[in-house]
């Protein structure tokens, strides 16, 4: 039978029962190498975990799955596969528009490790597609897209992007970390290339740290999966493992964060404390129209803004208990930080600074009235 819908896919895509035991869920192939029958005769083409492993072939097949590609890879980190992507499709003297407010460790790795590789960068506000179009030179191979953004939760029009990035002959690469692929489908609006942080909602337990390339292209695919295999930052098995049970659940929980999420913003917008509350599904949201049109929901990421600065906010953080004071996100447990002295202080001095006295939280799937209850004493 066709499987065609996201939750019949998280479960069943790259995971049919075992076939010598019948188990159901993919076996941990805790193995690095592999027995031949003959010297090059490999059982299914397996012959060193660097380069496959079963369970992380199951992971990288529901990963490809989930986000319409045709491939997946998957990586030892956000950031390794990250790497891996900029490396695989750039050379030295290419250049990559970033988006103005990138996450900090994207940015970090741009500028700081492979600019003294002699890749250009320019951050640009993606907001403004026809800024972008002017960013675009000769040299430029990659337009970087991330939305909604981490931490400021801003909104790039992918379609719109995607035709600036082939008119200027460059890959569109959208990092799809914060929406995953229950809320925005990245490949279907005609980007080139996903990565996600599979650390954050596709783990979605705070347990393992992880990350993912997906793509359409064949061509494309087998580019990345020399490079991944060339420079070695895989996905180990239990890791991959760990990723693929949290796939299983990925639609009920995003649904959960969503739902949680928007309530929390009723209350933060009211409440006299808060400043500004960041979030795409506020209707006077800069990009609430283009999230609606491209996403199915609007996430379980919320950031905001104190009256009364950054002592306020490293307060407000310090103060919050059911919100647990940390990094990371998209684990069902909710979790508070100060991005720019946490998440984001390697972005200090940069232009990606970020605001001292914003607070941004990942809303878990808490009962509501617990997160909102928490959040008030916080603020009081
Ligand atoms: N992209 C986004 C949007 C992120 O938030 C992060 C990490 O916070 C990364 C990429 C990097 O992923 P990792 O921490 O798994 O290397």
Redo the contacts with the bound molecule.
Sequence with gaps: MDMTGFETLAIHAGQEPDPRTGAVTVPIYATSTYKQDGVGGLREGYEYSRSANPTRTALEQALAALEGGTRGLAFA??????DTFLRATCRPGDHVILPGDA?G??FRLVARVLANWGLEYTPVPLGDVDAVRAAVRPNTRVLWC?TP??PLLGIADIAALAGVAHDAGALLLV?N??ASPYLQQPLALGADVV??????YLGGHSDV???ALIVQDGELGEQLAFHQNSMGAVAGPFDAWLVLRGIRTLGVRMDRHCANAERVVDYLTTHPAVERVLYPGLPDHPGHEVAARQMRGFGGMVSFTLRGGEQTALKVCELASVFTLG???GGVESLIEHPGRM?HASVAGSPLQVPDDLVRLSVGIESIDDLIGDLASALA
């Design positions: 980190s956000g950031l390794a596969a990250e996450y460790g994207t991330e953004t981490n990092d970390t914060f990565v996600h942080s599979t650390t954050k740290v992880g990350g990094e990371s996100l998440t």
